[in-house]
């Protein structure tokens, strides 16, 4: 009899989600994506300026598909297909619109009852003759010279439209006069740091670009209402590196950067998306020390908390991972074997450029520090058909150290997260770990820090 009520219940309230469900206006998105190879269409929301995946659908035998959402969060939404090589769809979505949103291999098509969607595709479809050489540049190989010729033609028209935008909706209005400004300026960064078989100097950069940096720049959070703001605000701070007038240090670039922005909110999250370069759980809490009081959100600080719980196992002092691979000659060599020294490994491999470049200043550092305890391990990353090329590599540059075959990415690289080299790690007499993420052999700091730990 209880079973009885409680499906009774269950049912009772099952209806009144429903119709409750009814009562609020559903969102629809509707469209066809006239690609051949796509299959699939995928709705994203915006969170902390970054596209998160909000609902998916597949398409139906026409290439149609549609979204009806009960409950949606004003704001800008991203829709995609799977067929890659093509910008996001930017819709501008709130409760009861209808919106159809064609995808096709050279473009958009936005329409429907939203006034603000009617000026974001006029927006999108005007700027997209700047965006396409920008984003697209695999497909668009328009020149330097053409291309600032354009953009310097469009910065007025871009400036005009931006003056007639007047929806009821005043809150989008200011939001897409803000987009207008980063949409353009976005552009124009990515098209100067994208692969090109000749690259402007900054002599020949139109006046445009001078006008780029601004001392406060970013004084609210709105770009974070952006799929892309984080990158925006990321490309902003590299061009503003690049075109400082001054050299700005590695130790310094932090700091750097987080000066440009004027939100500490916003200081924060950007601080937050950077932590995945650290290797070093030491180096990690020395860097962002300084600035732990801008993790102001629960996302920000629970990011901070992630990298640092990921980091802890390479801590200073730990147990290193005991590799052991074969030398030229065949021999194993292992970590445990060479107890009693400090160890050195450098991970690199014969078609590394920048770690072929390190190889005369580690050469140089194996010479001066010869008489002390230090073992100076070179891991290759070249994979097991390159065997003899490692080889032949070897003996043509006369490298010395002892000189270690991993067969490509190891079990090594795999246990200290390394997806970049060159990188190098020390290890103390004792086998433990020192620093997973060294200075390289060209920087003065490492021949510094190997004489401190022979000799202490």
Request: charged share 25%; net charge positive; hydrophobic share 35%.
């Amino acid at each position: 009899m209880q079973t009885n009520k409680t499906v009774i219940l269950s049912a009772l309230l099952l209806c009144a989600g429903l119709q409750a469900l009814a009562q609020k206006p559903l969102t629809i998105i509707r469209g066809t994506v006239d690609k051949e190879r796509a299959s699939k269409v995928q709705l994203f929301q915006v969170v902390e300026g970054q596209m998160t995946e909000y609902a998916s659908t597949t398409l139906d035998a026409g290439h149609h598909y549609a979204f009806a959402l009960p409950e949606v969060k004003e704001g800008f939404y991203y829709v995609t297909d799977n067929a890659g090589k093509s910008l996001p769809g930017r819709l501008y979505l709130k409760s009861g619109d209808a919106v159809t949103f064609n995808i096709h291999p050279n473009g958009t098509e936005l329409s429907g009852n939203s006034p603000e969607n009617k000026a974001l595709n006029e927006w999108q479809q005007m700027y997209r003759p700047i965006a396409v050489p920008a984003f697209l540049f695999w497909d668009d190989r328009t020149g330097y010279p053409e291309y600032f010729t354009n953009l310097t033609a469009f910065i007025p028209k871009a400036a005009a439209f931006k003056k007639q935008v007047n929806t009821p909706n005043k809150r989008f209005n200011e939001l897409l006069k803000m987009v207008i400004d980063s949409d353009v300026e976005y552009a124009a960064i990515q098209f100067i740091y994208t692969p090109r078989s000749v690259h402007p100097t900054k002599e020949q950069y139109p006046a445009y670009y001078k006008t780029i940096p601004q001392p406060k720049k970013f004084c609210d959070t709105r770009i974070l209402q952006l799929g892309d703001g984080l990158d925006r605000i990321d490309r902003y701070s590299l061009y503003c590196n690049m075109n400082s007038g001054t050299e700005i240090t590695r130790e310094e670039r932090l700091s750097y950067s987080l000066n440009l922005f004027c939100n500490d909110t916003l200081k924060g999250i950007y601080l937050v998306q950077g932590l995945e370069r650290y290797q070093s759980l030491e180096k990690l809490r020395e860097d962002v020390a300084p600035f732990k009081k801008y993790l102001l959100t629960d996302s920000s600080k629970a990011k901070y908390l992630r990298r640092e719980s990921a980091l802890a196992s390479y801590a200073k002092g730990e147990k290193a991972y005991n590799f052991a691979y074969p030398d030229v000659n065949g021999d194993t060599v292992s970590l445990a074997s060479l107890k009693g020294k400090v160890v050195l490994v450098d991970t690199w491999a014969t078609w590394c450029m920048p770690c072929r470049e390190e190889i005369p200043h580690l050469q140089k550092l194996e010479e001066e520090l010869r008489s002390k305890a230090i073992a100076f391990v070179s891991l290759s990353c070249d994979e097991a058909k390159d065997e003899a090329k490692w080889k032949a590599f070897v003996e043509k540059e006369k490298l010395t150290g002892i000189q270690l075959y991993a067969k490509g990415f190891s079990e090594f690289t795999k246990y200290y997260k390394i997806n970049a080299i060159p990188r190098f790690l020390i290890f103390d007499k004792e086998g433990k770990i020192v620093t997973v993420d060294a200075p390289r052999p060209s920087d003065p700091a490492l021949k510094a820090l190997l004489l401190q730990l022979a000799e202490g």
